[in-house]
């Protein structure tokens, strides 16, 4: 699986959108990007994931760019309760279970 | 029940002593995962099952003996344990991955202390 290099933290105020950068120079084509949140203490969370299009869903978007090699999770209105570990995590198809490989992630820390 | 449940969520245990963690999915999925997560390191896996066969160990010391009788329950038997054992030991499922690898659920971990 391709490597994915994050910042290691970030600040939002509560209600503003929180942008989250990732990059993935060497994503292969067969590749899906992945975002996981982990709130203190608890198990990873499954937030959202794409190929190559920008996605959303309930809870964030994403946004892909053309070549592949970034993306940036949106989280339109953050509130406190978003703030947690957020994973980008690159994966391919291979028919078989596919692990998830963690990185460090990026700390949101979402205040008043 | 929903979700993936892991029980007990907190152990303290002793060098030699000898314990389980339980995992329970109610997903219907085929694929179990078990993940540790030391303090201030990310999260490395363990093992993974598909339907009840291990298809892979990550060079995990043999204190550590995974069993998945079916596809719903997934245990780690624990013996001989160190005090670097100490984590947050997570179990996930997920339906096995076709064109597009499926996510992972996690369960609520178990806070493993050795003391």
């Known amino acids: 699986d391709a490597k994915t290099t994050q910042p290691p933290s970030m600040d939002c105020a509560e209600g503003r959108a929180a942008n989250l950068p990732c990059n993935h120079s060497?994503?292969?084509?067969?590749?899906?990007v992945y975002w996981y949140r982990q709130i203190h203490s608890q198990g990873p969370q499954y937030i959202i994931h794409g190929l190559k299009n920008n996605e959303t869903n309930e809870m964030a978007s994403l946004i892909i760019t053309e070549d592949r090699k970034s993306s940036t999770l949106i989280l339109p209105h953050a509130t406190l309760r978003d703030t947690a570990v957020y994973y980008c995590?690159?994966?391919?198809?291979?028919?078989?279970?596919?692990?998830?490989?963690f990185g460090t992630g990026t700390r949101l820390q979402v205040t008043l | 029940e929903t979700g993936v449940t892991q029980t007990p969520r907190h152990l303290v245990m002793g060098m030699t002593n000898k314990k389980s963690l339980k995992c329970e999915q109610h997903?219907?999925?085929?694929?179990m995962y078990w993940y540790k997560q030391s303090a201030k390191k990310p999260l490395e896996l363990m093992f993974v099952?598909?339907?009840?066969?291990?298809?892979e160990n990550n060079s995990v010391p043999s204190r550590f003996s995974p069993e998945c009788p079916n596809s719903s329950h997934l245990f780690l038997h624990l013996h001989t344990l160190q005090p670097e054992d100490s984590a947050l030991y997570l179990c996930?499922?997920?339906?096995?991955?076709?064109?597009?690898?499926?996510?992972?659920?996690f369960g609520p971990g178990t806070r493993l202390t050795v003391l």
């Open positions: 060497t994503i292969s084509g067969n590749e899906y």
């Open positions: 997903l219907g999925h085929n694929a």
């Open positions: 996930a499922s997920s339906q096995l991955p076709g064109l597009v690898p499926h996510e992972q659920f």
């Open positions: 995590i690159v994966r391919v198809a291979n028919g078989t279970a596919s692990k998830l490989t």
């Open positions: 099952y598909n339907f009840k066969e291990q298809t």
